[in-house]
């Protein structure tokens, strides 16, 4: 098992950046592909980008691509992601998770932060 714990959530203005981390519990953290997603007030939980357990594969959502990046470090049990040119809209509660690359892909696992919120003023 892993327990996540987002940070890094806050009031940005449109055009600006903020930095997510997530801490993870355990000595298993390298074993899982991680993923950041977010929710916004009266919407699904959508995918934001994944990494693959040693970083050699990332994955984007084509709205974010180009603006966010997505790293870990598997020595420190940290993931990150660095929001660049932040949207009015990308206002939403984002999370991390852990898990397989499919379970990550289509929202199924089980290992999920409790969320941090970023509030993008317009």
């Known amino acids: 098992q892993v327990q996540l714990v987002e940070s890094g959530g806050g009031l940005v203005q449109a055009g600006g950046s903020l930095r997510l981390s997530c801490a993870a519990s355990?000595?298993?953290?390298?074993?899982?592909?991680m993923g950041w997603f977010r929710q916004a007030p009266g919407k699904g939980r959508e995918f934001v980008a994944a990494?693959?357990?040693?970083?050699?594969?990332?994955v984007y959502a084509d709205s974010v691509k180009g603006r966010f990046t997505i790293s870990r470090d598997n020595a420190k049990n940290t993931l990150s992601l660095q929001m660049n040119s932040l949207r009015a809209e990308e206002t939403a509660v984002y999370y991390c998770?852990?898990?397989?690359?499919?379970?990550?892909?289509?929202?199924?696992?089980?290992?999920w932060g409790q969320g941090t919120q970023v509030t993008v003023s317009s």
């Open positions: 998770a852990a898990g397989t690359i499919q379970s990550i892909m289509t929202l199924s696992t089980a290992y």
């Open positions: 355990g000595r298993t953290f390298a074993s899982y592909t």
């Open positions: 990494l693959t357990r040693n970083g050699a594969t990332t």
